[in-house]
Nanobody
């Protein structure tokens, strides 16, 4: 059984910062791809940022230069540092992890990020 627990969401003014964390627990051999998705009301879930097991990050164009994804394998945790937040960043943010040897990825429960103008 594997569980992902997210933290760090909240309400912030435009231009502010938040740091999301997603910690994995349970029985697994390794964590391969780790990513953050978001879903705003009435919109489809979209990939915000991802990071490979080798530490190579990739970002959606809308967040490049503002968001930074990182991982701490010793803590089984992936982070999303969000700076210069905009109202259009408001959404529920979900972490997603593909564990080694498993066919399907796992989702966190989601954390609300609200950016006021």
């Amino acid at each position: 059984q594997v569980q992902l627990v997210e933290s760090g969401g909240g309400l912030v003014q435009a231009g502010g910062s938040l740091r999301l964390s997603c910690a994995a627990s349970g029985s697994f051999f390794s964590m391969d791809f780790m990513g953050w998705y978001r879903q705003a009301p009435g919109k489809q879930r979209e990939l915000v940022a991802g990071i490979t097991s080798g530490g190579n990050p990739a970002y959606a164009d809308s967040v490049k230069g503002r968001f930074t994804i990182s991982r701490d394998n010793a803590k089984n945790t992936v982070y999303l540092q969000m700076n210069s937040l905009k109202p259009e960043d408001t959404a529920v943010y979900y972490c997603y992890v593909v564990f080694g040897g498993r066919n399907n990825g796992y989702w966190g429960q989601g954390t609300q990020v609200t950016v006021s103008s």
